[in-house]
């Protein structure tokens, strides 16, 4: 018997550097998944992406959510109130990919470094998610976590810089 | 994880059979799920329908060769659909629709569709499979196949179908 598999990665692009990082895909984006195509409605899905703190990390789940993520915590000090665009182009030969409709708009701008200020020079990041509501540090029980993903090891950041994020995503059938 | 139809046959002469039908879904189905769950969620009405094995309505030379994930809801040239059930519309109608609830990762049928067979009908047609489609926008899901053909040549006859479908996240090395 065959099922649905969605498969997801990020790219993480910062000062000529690109980081991909396989997703898993929550259990609340498959069921979000099925429910857009199996019931009847007409609505556009717009997505954003976040960046996942390392101060306080304990783990990323299936079972995480938008509302509820005990394992992590979003970096909020960011220069945005808005997470980046994650625009989707319509899907072809079962891939999905990220089509961003202006420059910048999937960048993520981490806070410049202020003299005098208490912020850091610079910041450790475990990973990416993206869920469909724009506001940092939302934890809205209306929206949606549709994917979490992680780097290998924490990775550093200076204060200021600019991390741009590319997501794609295939759906497969699995064979039981 | 499993995406089946469970097929249940009520002939009117007391024949009854049943068997669950695994599916597979087409290229054209899954990449219509991208688009619905990422892009735009589309009013799209389901249809379910039967793939033709042989004889019955006059025609005598099997069409039937093969199902592929490569079928669309405008080219499927290894199959063609099967339209002697009271339910089954017009050419472009297809079939009965079904609705779905949808919990956690796994999608099913809200309650069984029926087929009843025309009651006029006494030929000796057999049926190869069943199939999900949506109409507007148009787009084939999943085909499946019984273990072999199956008999349902006697007018009355009720054939009676469930689908469920799940979804499971993968890793892209």
């Known amino acids: ?176 | 994880m499993s995406a089946e139809f469970h097929v249940t046959w009520e002939g009117n002469d007391g024949e009854r059979w049943e068997e669950t039908v695994p599916n597979g879904i087409t290229d054209e189905g899954l990449t219509a799920l991208l688009a619905s769950a990422l892009v735009l969620s589309q009013a799209a009405t389901w249809k379910m329908g039967l793939i033709y094995g042989s004889g019955g309505d006059g025609l005598t030379t099997p069409v039937f060769s093969a199902v592929a994930a490569t079928d669309t809801s405008t080219s499927h040239p290894g199959w063609a659909r099967y339209g002697s059930f009271a339910e089954v519309g017009s050419s472009t109608s297809h079939s009965t629709s079904p609705a779905f609830s949808v919990s956690g990762t796994t999608v099913t049928m809200s309650s069984p569709l029926a087929f009843t067979m025309n009651t006029s009908y006494r030929g000796n047609v057999y049926i190869r499979g069943i199939f999900l489609i949506t109409q507007s926008p148009a787009g084939l899901w999943s085909t499946g196949l019984f273990s072999s053909a199956r008999q349902v040549g006697h007018g009355g006859g009720i054939l009676t179908v469930k689908y469920s479908c799940s979804a499971a996240a993968g890793i892209t090395p």
């Open chain 1, 1 to 176: 018997m065959q099922g649905v598999i969605l498969s997801g990665w990020f790219e993480v692009h910062c000062e000529g550097e690109c980081v991909r990082i396989s997703n898993g895909i929550t259990q609340q984006g498959l069921n979000h998944a099925l429910l857009k195509h199996f019931n009847p409605s007409l609505q556009a899905q717009t997505w954003y992406a976040g960046l996942i703190d390392d101060v306080g990390f304990t783990g990323i789940s299936d079972s995480d959510t938008h509302a509820s993520h005990s394992g992590w915590s979003e970096l909020t000090s960011l220069a945005s109130a808005d997470r980046a665009r994650i625009r989707m182009a319509t899907p072809t030969s079962k891939v999905a990919i990220h089509s961003p409709l202006a420059v910048g708009e999937n960048a993520i701008d981490l806070l410049p470094l202020v003299p005098g200020s208490s912020h850091p020079a610079a910041v450790k990041i475990r990973g990416v998610f993206m869920a469909n509501i724009a506001t940092v540090g939302s934890t809205s029980s209306g929206g949606v976590l549709w994917s979490t993903g992680l780097f290998d090891a924490p990775r550093t950041y200076q204060a200021g810089a600019r991390l741009t994020i590319v997501y794609g995503c295939t759906a497969s059938e699995r064979s039981t």
